[in-house]
């Protein structure tokens, strides 16, 4: 029988699709508030990959993403998607959904994505919110499924995770380093 342990944290990050560019910094004022300090922000993308979001957010739709300096427990996704879900209503626009946040989690093996959504390849972690591994981590670079959504296969979104990858890391080894030394 195996046994349980505590497992490593993860490192959040919030992909932010937006109507207005001018959205991007009172959404990161306010996720700030929520999870503490921002330490990777990836430059404004266009969203230009699907039209699946012009009926709420227009035509026009951009992408960003934070990630935060202060690891999570993976358990936390849950209830980070139900604040940013909550969030979303609080930005208002010419536009019947001006913001749309979309949490998940990376680790050194994969990134995971946050839903309301069920589908064959999603777990549900309760009060009405799934998980799917959106990309695991091979061979120094993100592979994909056969569901990764095509924008995070596009290479700015893959610059972004893998720079997050690296501050991950950089943050494990620092803990190593620190719980050895609380050790003595």
């Not at 046994?3 to 490192?11: D, G, L, Y």
């Not at 358990?75 to 001006?98: C, H, M, Y």
């Amino acid at each position: 029988m195996g046994s349980i342990r505590s497992f490593t944290p993860v490192k959040h990050f919030i992909g932010v699709l937006v109507s207005d560019p001018a959205l991007v910094s009172p959404v990161k004022k306010r996720l700030t508030e929520l999870y503490g300090a921002v330490d990777h922000e990836s430059p404004v993308i266009p969203f230009d990959f699907t039209d699946y979001y012009a009926a709420e957010m227009g035509d026009a739709v951009d992408r960003v993403f934070f990630s935060f300096e202060r690891l999570i427990e993976a358990d936390q996704l849950a209830d980070i998607k139900r604040q940013t879900n909550d969030l979303e209503g609080a930005f208002n626009g010419s536009v019947k959904r001006p913001v749309n946040l979309d949490p998940g989690y990376l680790e050194n093996a994969k990134v995971v994505l946050a839903s309301t959504k069920n589908f064959y390849h999603r777990i549900y972690l309760g009060r009405g919110i799934f998980a799917e591994v959106t990309m695991h981590f091979k061979n120094n670079t993100f592979q994909f499924f056969p569901w990764t959504y095509p924008d995070y296969q596009s290479r700015d979104y893959q610059e972004f995770f893998l720079r997050v990858r690296r501050l991950y890391r950089s943050q494990l080894k620092t803990m190593c380093i620190v719980n050895r030394e609380e050790s003595h």
